[in-house]
C-alpha cells in the first residue's frame, strides 16, 4: 500500500511539473536573439552608411524589452507563484540548476564570437594604431570590485543555508551594491576613453573589439545586478531557507560566470593590448 500511495505521489508530482513546462524561456531566447540583430545593425551603420543606425539602436532596445519581459515572466512562473504552497523537488531543483548550466554554456559561445574577433585583429599589425591607456587603476578598482562580490554572494548563500538570516541579508546586499558600483566604474571609464581621449568605438578594429567585447560584459553584469536585486527583495520578504534556496543556486552560478568571464577579459584585453606580438 505504501509503494503504491509513492507512486500516486511521484505520477502526481511529474503531472504537476509537466504543467509548468513554460514558454517564457523561448520568448526570452527571442529577445535575446533581436537584441544582437539589433545591436549588429547599429554598429553596421556606425561603421558604414548601408544601414540607418538609429534603426539598429530601436531594434536592439525592442530585443531588450522582450528579454527583460520573458525574463521577468519567467521568474514569476518558475519560483514566485505558489512559493508558499509547496517546495520544489529535488529533482526540480536539479533541473533549474542544470538548465542555467546549459545557458552558461551556450553563453560561452557568444564570448567566444567576440573574443574569436579579437584574436583575429591581433594576427594582423600591433598596435592597429594609437591605443589609450587601458591598463589603469580603474580597471583595476572594478575588478577587485566584482571578485569581491563573488566572494560576499557565496558566504551570503553559506550564512543561508547555516540559518544565520541577518548575514545572509547583510551580504546579498553589499554584493547588490559592490555589482552596482561596478557598472558605475565602467560608465566613467567609458566617459574617460570616448570624452577625454576620443577613443570611441569607431576608432578601429580594436575598438570595436573593445567596446564589443565589454559592452557585451556590461550588459551581462547588468542583467546579473537586477536579479541580485530581485533576490534581495525577495529575502527582505522572508523568504528562501536551506531548503528553498533554488533562485540562489542559480542566480549564483550566474554571478561567478560573469565575474570569471571578466577576469579572462582583463588577462586578455586590457593586459594583452599592452604586450606586443
Given at each position: 500500500m505504501g509503494e503504491t500511495d509513492a507512486a500516486v505521489r511521484e505520477s502526481d508530482e511529474r503531472d504537476h511539473e509537466h504543467e509548468h513546462r513554460s514558454r517564457w524561456p523561448i520568448v526570452a531566447a527571442g529577445g535575446a536573439a533581436v537584441l544582437y540583430v539589433g545591436a549588429a545593425l547599429a554598429l553596421a551603420g556606425s561603421r558604414a552608411d548601408i544601414f540607418p543606425e538609429s534603426v539598429g539602436v530601436g531594434i536592439a532596445v525592442v530585443g531588450f524589452a522582450v528579454l527583460t519581459g520573458g525574463?521577468?515572466?519567467?521568474?514569476?512562473?518558475?519560483?514566485?507563484?505558489?512559493?508558499?504552497?509547496?517546495?520544489?523537488?529535488?529533482?526540480?531543483?536539479?533541473?533549474?540548476?542544470?538548465?542555467?548550466?546549459?545557458?552558461?554554456?551556450?553563453?560561452v559561445a557568444t564570448f567566444g564570437a567576440g573574443f574569436a574577433?579579437?584574436?583575429w585583429v591581433r594576427v594582423g599589425t600591433w598596435p592597429p594604431?594609437?591605443?589609450?591607456?587601458?591598463?589603469?587603476?580603474?580597471?583595476?578598482?572594478?575588478?577587485g570590485l566584482l571578485v569581491l562580490s563573488s566572494f560576499t554572494l557565496h558566504f551570503a548563500h553559506t550564512a543561508l543555508h547555516d540559518g544565520n538570516r541577518r548575514r545572509f541579508l547583510?551580504?546579498?546586499?553589499?554584493?547588490?551594491?559592490?555589482?552596482?558600483?561596478?557598472?558605475?566604474?565602467?560608465?566613467?571609464?567609458?566617459?574617460?576613453?570616448?570624452?577625454?581621449e576620443g577613443f570611441t568605438l569607431t576608432s578601429g578594429v580594436f575598438a570595436s573589439a573593445f567596446f564589443?567585447?565589454?559592452?557585451?560584459?556590461?550588459?551581462?553584469v547588468t542583467l546579473g545586478v537586477v536579479l541580485i536585486g530581485i533576490l534581495l527583495w525577495?529575502?527582505?520578504?522572508?523568504?528562501?531557507?536551506?531548503?528553498?534556496?533554488?533562485s540562489v543556486s542559480t542566480v549564483s552560478l550566474?554571478?561567478?560566470?560573469v565575474d570569471a568571464v571578466w577576469l579572462f577579459l582583463v588577462a586578455v584585453l586590457y593586459v594583452g593590448a599592452e604586450v606586443s606580438l
Open positions: 525574463l521577468v515572466g519567467w521568474l514569476r512562473e518558475a519560483f514566485l507563484s505558489d512559493y508558499w504552497a509547496s517546495a520544489a523537488s529535488e529533482r526540480k531543483r536539479r533541473a533549474y540548476r542544470a538548465t542555467m548550466a546549459v545557458f552558461l554554456v551556450t553563453d574577433y579579437y584574436f594604431g594609437e591605443l589609450p591607456e587601458l591598463l589603469g587603476s580603474l580597471v583595476l578598482v572594478n575588478t547583510a551580504l546579498l546586499g553589499v554584493t547588490f551594491a559592490l555589482g552596482a558600483a561596478f557598472l558605475g566604474g565602467q560608465v566613467l571609464e567609458y566617459e574617460v576613453f570616448v570624452v577625454e564589443g567585447l565589454t559592452g557585451l560584459h556590461g550588459l551581462h525577495r529575502a527582505l520578504r522572508g523568504q528562501y531557507d536551506a531548503e528553498r534556496d533554488t550566474y554571478w561567478h560566470f
